[in-house]
């Protein structure tokens, strides 16, 4: 799975997590990564229903699952403005790792992409940089270090 600067979107502005995966799957459409948004969207609520997604230290780690995906990706999005998000500290979100994942992959590499990025997510010098960056090329260092298990 590649990860590049195409994956990093920052100062995104959305207003709630909605618009946000409404956001994302646009993107994904646009990017040949998904052929229908609807269904992406529907994936990410349905998941979302589950358990929330939201972590702490304004990160989460909103996923997908669907056969409307052509291949593995990770997006990163850093929010112009915070949103609101059950999460373990009770704070809203800024930054948001998206896992967009085929069906054929959920047991394997699904597991491991989230397993990868929230470890990185317990390692202060990893939240301080993605939280302060706003060099996309930082951004996509430190990111590939993390999904590659170079962390």
Known sequence: M????????????VKD??????????YAEEKGVIDDEQTLIAAFINREKEVSTGL?????????KSDCIKEPTVLYLKLLHPIDWETFDDNPV?????LLV???YEGTLHLEMISRIATSLLEEKFIKTVKKSS???????VITEVMKGEN
């Open 94 to 98: 800024q930054n948001v790792f998206a």
């Open 2 to 13: 590649k990860f590049d600067n195409n994956n990093i979107l920052l100062n995104i502005d």
């Open 56 to 64: 702490q230290d304004s990160f989460a780690i909103p996923h997908a």
């Open 102 to 104: 085929p069906i054929g």
């Open 135 to 141: 060099n996309v090329n930082e951004l996509k260092s």
């Open 17 to 26: 997590k909605d618009d946000l995966f409404a956001y994302i799957a646009k």
